[in-house]
């Protein structure tokens, strides 16, 4: 009986791991299978600007761009932000705080997504419209530093984390040779704490590149590159964002949802890249939550 | 070392006067960064609190959810998550008690959570678009809520693996090793030792998946929700509405101020919602740590 009951308990936990570990593959092998007609057919035209899909022109590169340009613009603003607040509650604020302020975080930083996007569109639009009197406040930098705030919150607790983590005696070495604070964080905790800093920075990186909801509320989606290409205060558009506006019009099989297809894997590449460098900065093997 | 190498501030400030100036760049910073992130919490309390009453809770949406309430929407939600977590949390515990007790060769145990990790950093649109090629078009089910459950199953299942395995991997070594010594079995040694500290860590991992489940939009706007004029599904394979639809159907009709004022009705009410997971969470996972202290 007890060596029955054995076997299927063995049965089941190794039947599970097999569904949990064969999911990501699935969902590469599908994403390619539906994506082989755009990179046959449509090859290395995928990489152009044009986009317009009644006249056969699939180039992904201005989708790309603006997704590279997004995330970017979100990043300098949201990282240098971050680690200075972060310096503040690991370092400067007295730690009896300190658990108020880690577990207000957390919860901001579940927020979903839509939700930044309801504020985007009723507030940082329009404000960005009148700001710099644009017929439209939807734009590449309202998408990003909406972002930028959407990650703010991930960047901080995980930045405070990596100071925190930094061992006492090296602050109290630091102390002990009579350098001033500033001193001792710049030249001591910062340099230790930098791989986990870094590996922040990437899981953020992939986090503002994936994020689809809060971007295509408020970029605009035109498929065209900003003209000139640094000009941020005109609509734009994602992968993320094409994705989900154009999913549901592009007929299941056509080339249009193949070339579609190709798009999410180039982002599932890009991002999971970037998951698997960022997981070797960290000493501990920190899941992104 | 780093920055002050660079600006060489030294040459025309004291160490002094640097020091009371990066303080106060620290807390300016901090200032900014608390500011914003109170404005985000006060707008959608705010807001969502002018729009909340009984009715709007207990009403159906009319006109494309511009007018009355959202009942329904609150109903959708939960059949979503209570499905994904039912069917995600049986996988999950297996797969980490898998992970600890039986796979012992390094490679596979490497390999498995690269596969299983990896999964947790896919964006959430591909899930959705993974969704609607396989389950909808492929396995012909249509827009329905289970394939919506199946697909938020999926995505929290590395949350629930990783808290379940670290809690397990808590557990030390000479408990099984008296476990065993005692006569049980490997599988006994899991029932009795391993699966109740388990089960304690795969429920906070189960409750921080649903405090991010509930609020995905991406991967259940194409496969499991129809926008408006649905009520309670009566089979498994029926469309449903959710809340961050929902939020997102009116978001796009912002000029409409009653659209908008439900907008953040509604908004309030899935933000309730992710906080009661997450805070559940902390509570939980405070509970877990003193146990395994002990």
Redesign the interface.
Known sequence: MSAYTSKIGKGYVLSSTLISTAMILLILAVLFVNSYGAIIEVGWKLFTLKWNPPDARFGILSMLYGSLVVTFLSLSIAVPVGVFTAVFTAEILPSKYRIYVKSSLELLAGIPSIIYGLIGVAFFSVWIGELFSLQSGRTIFTAAVLLSIMILPTIITLCDDAIHNVPRKYREAARGLGLYKYEVILSSILPIAKTDITGTVLLALGRSLGETMAVMLVIGSIDKMPQPFYNFLVPGQTVTSKLGREIAESAFGSLHFSVMMFMGIVLVIIVLSLTFVAQRYFKTGRLYE | ????DILKLEDFMN??W??K???L???F??V???L??IF??T??VFNGAQAINLDFLLTRSRDFGAEGGIFYQIIGSILLITGASLISF??????A???S???KNNFLQR????????????????????G???FV?FLETGISWLVGAVILA?MI???I??AAYQSINSIPKIYRDSALALGL????V??KVVLPQGISGAITGLL?GA??A?????PI??IATAFSGVEMPGSLFEPVTAL?TH??A???H?TDSQA?KN??GT?LV??IL??VF??SA?FTRIKLRSVSQR
């Open positions: 070392m780093l920055l002050s160490r002094k640097i020091n100036f990066f303080l760049i620290c807390w910073v901090t900014v960064s608390a914003t992130l985000l919490l707008v959608i049986p996988i999950a515990l297996g797969t008690i898998f992970k007790e039986y796979l390999l498995s959570s690269i596969l299983v990790y990896g999964l947790n950093g896919i964006p959430s649109i591909i899930f959705g678009i993974f609607l090629i396989f078009h999926i299942i590395p949350t693996v990783l079995n490997r599988w006994q899991i029932l921080i405090a991010r509930i609020g995905e939009t991406a706007m194409f961050p939020i997102l009116l978001a796009q912002a908008l907008a953040w908004s899935l933000i992710v906080f997450s805070v902390l």
